[in-house]
């Protein structure tokens, strides 16, 4: 049984298709790279998964499961988790109080009550070492600690299968290298199949994912292994050798 | 730590028990006593929807008008079956009931809406249940609902004098320390945090798990139901009459709205120091400026929008932020 | 007869629609809901009122008149609260506009009083087989399509309406074009009041004694029917939606009147907010609409 499985997922915006039939197969566990260039779909498929747009063709299962019609709020209780890129903190809220709202209604729904939400809080804010600032507004803090702090409430909504966007944008190599090695700890610990989804930071492409994906214009262009998949020539080609001078610089 | 989280909440039952005090010490004062907990109990009730929520109810001065209809019902047509002081509690009942039924219907239609779209929905409500209510003649029609005969007759003169202008009041600090306590136990519980997902930012809540319709929902019922309540007592036991004209009124829909961006909306304190301060206010305007309320209070509402938009909690809030006190006051 | 209620129905439509053509600008351009609506229709009726009680002015000569009015108090209340709102959540917006809409009733009551007042304006009438029409009536109608029509011409042909096209479809790139942002917000904010003034004047036609204070709130409830049935954002919606809710409000207006017991024009408005509601359920975006 995988965890999560794609077939044909399609999504139409007027006349233009964002995401073209894409076949997708993740197991429990996997690190896996979405690439593609800008307007490649990438987003669109995200929002396919979590349930953000609904898909006009096509099926998705999630642990054999069918929830192509399920709206995105029980795809959270099923176990799926999303980081977004531009972060969507719950601005008056503070950081501490963000977080638990991914404890109290992620897929420990039900379960969690406020005191153990805001346990929870705190663990996953100390993890990612934003503990310090818990109790700050989420709007005042820096564009970083916003993302870090994305990524605390998406563990803390304990999910099965987690859809990190552009998580590393913005930060400095150091810090990304840091995050890549946290990440994957703490995936490898609670069993949680990542997808990081990325577009430009291919350093924390490389030492994350086993198996990428690539995409273009709604297609998916490559499906394997991460080395394999990158210097394919027709990737290659699409990213213009943008890749290839990355990967010499990395 | 204990003390923190209920530190609000016993500031809010001090703040009723010193009212109830001064009310109880020196009767010429239970009249605005009673006025000023009028508008704390009528904030409060709004504040649980639109502070939790964000979105505000321009109908709301409905669900106070039906639930002083089901008071009217409750006590005009049973009030034969000899069951004495229970009477109360069937029109209560029938307040609750009624106000809970409307709610479920509105909301249900409304609050699958986005912000501008909910606020057209609701703003109908209120005349549309008037225009209901007169055109198809029941309930009285135009002409209300009088219950002062039934009221005299089932509890004899004495005991109805006092309910309607004694123990109506008295019900009314019950309500409003329902009121607080509901707001309360929102607050600290799943449902208030999935409300403050849903006002921050309502698609990043639904990715989160927040079924936002279900918390819209329930946070409109209840405040529709202890809106209800209000209305029973303050309106149709106090003053023993309903007439459509006066419970339709729109006014009282913009002072709800004063109160608690007066107060601050979205905290347990907002509203009660909101409706203090309006029912002082008014209780001294009215003797001075007749009529003039609402000329007053309409600039005063834009002034608070552009200047104040957190209230004057939030303006405390700014002040005592990083302090100690900034833990106390929620 | 229904055929001659029915065909009032459709002239008195054309007004609302104007009416409602204010409230569907304000929100295409600046996403504002104007929850006072009914406050500037109230103005509107009273200029009509006091230029011909005072001067004989006939009504449909007030219509510039309203329109000015309605425009300078759009400058007006825009630079003095709206700019300072337009990035504020949709609450502000909504609770400001209620607030304006509140405080020119009450300086209204306070400067005129609360009674019920009117005027009658005979030009004549008009024989048809299914009815008998007041010419005033027919003006109303004429001028309402006439002042649409040249709204529409505004938008299309000249470089300011053009501009506004612009900017609703795009606001940064509208900005980098050199398209004064605010300005135009202000613009549409004073036309739309604009129009919803001189709707009030036109209105003036068809209710010889209800003007009033507080007469606006019911014209609130049927010109938001009227722009969710049109599309809220869309003016020419808004202008058609206008014809259908005159017809369905006069139409059953009559089929309530055969019913006994009731009270049909009260009864008729809570129609008018059952209908709200369905269009609300079904197809939020109007019935013209688009997403």
Known sequence: ?250 | MIFQKYSSFLLALIVFAVLFAIGMVSPSMWQPIALIMFYIAMGQAFNIFMGMTGYVNFGYVAFLAIGSYGMALGVSRFYQTGIGLWLLFVGFALAIVMAAILSLLVGGIALRLRGAYFAIATIGVNEGLKYLIEGGKFWGGSEGIIISKPMRATFGRHLANSLSTFWADVFLFIIALLAAYLTFRFMHSRVGYALTAVREDEDAAKVMGVNATKYKLIAFIVSSCVAGLIGATTWCLKSTYVFPEDVFEISYTVEAIVIVMLGGSGTLLGPIIGGLIYGICKYWLAVLLPGLQLLILAPLIILIIVAFPGGIVGVIRERIRGTVLDQVIV | MLSGNLLNGIILGAVYGLMTMGLSLIFGVLKVVNVGHGAFIMLGAYVAYWMFTLFGLAPILSVPIGLILGMALGFLFFYLVMKRLLDAPELSTLLATFAIGIFLEEIAKVVWGPDFRGYSWDVGTLHLPIATIPMAKIYALLSSIAIAIALYLWFKKTRAGTALRCLVEDKEGARVCGINVTGFYALSFALGLGFTVLSGVLLTLFIPVGISPYMGGIYTLKAFVIAVLGGLASPWGAFFGGFIFGLVENGSYSLLGLIPNVEPFSLTQFVAFMVLLVILLVKPEGLLGEK
Do not use: W
């Open chain 1, 1 to 250: 049984m995988s965890l999560l499985k794609l077939q044909g997922v399609t999504k139409r915006f007027g006349g233009l298709v964002a995401v073209d039939h894409v076949d997708l197969v993740v197991e429990e566990g996997e690190l896996l790279g979405i690439v593609g260039p800008n307007g490649s779909g990438k987003t669109t498929l995200y929002n396919l998964i979590s349930g953000v747009y609904m898909c006009d063709e096509g099926k998705i299962f999630f642990e054999d499961q069918d929830i192509t019609g399920l709206p995105p709020y029980e795809r959270a209780h099923i176990g799926i988790g999303r980081s977004f890129q531009i972060p969507r903190p719950f601005g008056a809220a503070t950081v501490r109080e963000n977080v638990a709202i991914g404890a109290m209604f992620g897929r420990m729904i039900g379960k969690v009550g406020e005191k153990k939400a805001l346990d929870m809080a705190d663990h996953y804010l100390s993890l990612l070492g934003l503990y310090d600032k818990r109790h700050k507004i989420s709007n005042s803090l820096t564009p970083v600690e916003k993302k870090l702090m994305e990524i605390a409430r998406a563990l803390a909504m304990k999910p099965k299968l987690l859809l990190m966007d552009e998580a590393m944008a913005g930060m400095n190599p150091k810090d990304i290298d840091g995050m890549v090695a946290l990440i994957k700890k703490i995936g490898q610990q609670e069993k949680i199949a990542i997808v990081s989804m990325v577009e430009h930071v291919m350093r924390a492409l490389v030492n994350f994912a086993e198996r990428v994906m690539v995409m273009h214009q709604g297609k998916k262009l490559i499906d394997a292994p991460t080395q394999e998949a990158l210097n394919d020539p027709k990737v290659i080609e699409v990213y213009l050798g943008r890749l290839t001078l990355e990967e010499q610089n990395a």
